[in-house]
């Protein structure tokens, strides 16, 4: 057992670039910990080199992590044990959560050190509307299924957040401005690094400068929600005053109407009485 921390799991958020981000709690952590589970022993180990020690590690990733996570829970009864990965705040598009849900279930303390997120970091450069957003993960690589994920988000009244690959990146954003409209968006890259850079403009215009000179590094996209949707016509409110009808009594469905479409319910019900009347 380990005198300074108490058992359990420490989740810990690590730099996405630069070294100087690791928080002083964050080291505290990772430089007590009994264990320190890791996506990347190679890249975790650069981190200690940084604090000049030589970390207890564990590799804790996609391909072991089912036959490695009852061990790492058993171990919480009696030790502390941090978990990190490559970089950036883990369970933030990784299989971090199995071993939060499985710890917490076992009665363990569950700790988090927040820090460095490329996500919400890609978002505050992006200067697009930061009070509604959307992490997406990374979107399916393949056309159709890709075009079916950005089908589901559509009409999400928010700020989309997502992370792609260099080489992917120019098809991904075509994909989003077929899907969601030429909308606009910022390619956010290497952020906290030398080269840092977030670029703005339409999907359409990141899509083309990034088609022949795909960037290298982490990226993250960030899309800006969709526009005000238009004024509700007098075909769409008789549409939906025709179909509210059918199961609801006139007042109620004057008033389902106008909240749905934004429009007037003493207009609405006047017109319901004339459907109704024509019947």
Known sequence: M????????????????????????????????????????????????????????????????????PGLVARMATEAIALVSDAGTPLISDPGFKLVRDAREAGHTVTTIPGPCAAIAALTLAGLPTDRFLFLGFLPSKQQARAESIAEIAAVRATLVLYESGPRLSACLAALAEGLGDREAAVAREITKKFEECVTGSLTQLAERYAEAPPKGEIVVVVAPPGAPAPATADDADAALAEALTRLPTSKAAGEVAKKLGLDRKALYARAMEMKGSD
């Open 2 to 69: 380990n005198a300074l921390l108490t058992p359990g799991l420490y989740i810990v958020a690590t730099p996405i670039g630069n070294l100087g981000d690791l928080s002083p709690r964050a080291s505290e952590i990772l430089l007590n910990a009994d264990l320190v589970a890791v996506e990347d022993s190679r890249v975790t180990a650069g981190l200690f080199r940084h604090l000049g020690q030589k970390g207890k590690m564990l590799p804790y990733h996609d391909h072991n992590a089912d036959a490695v996570r």
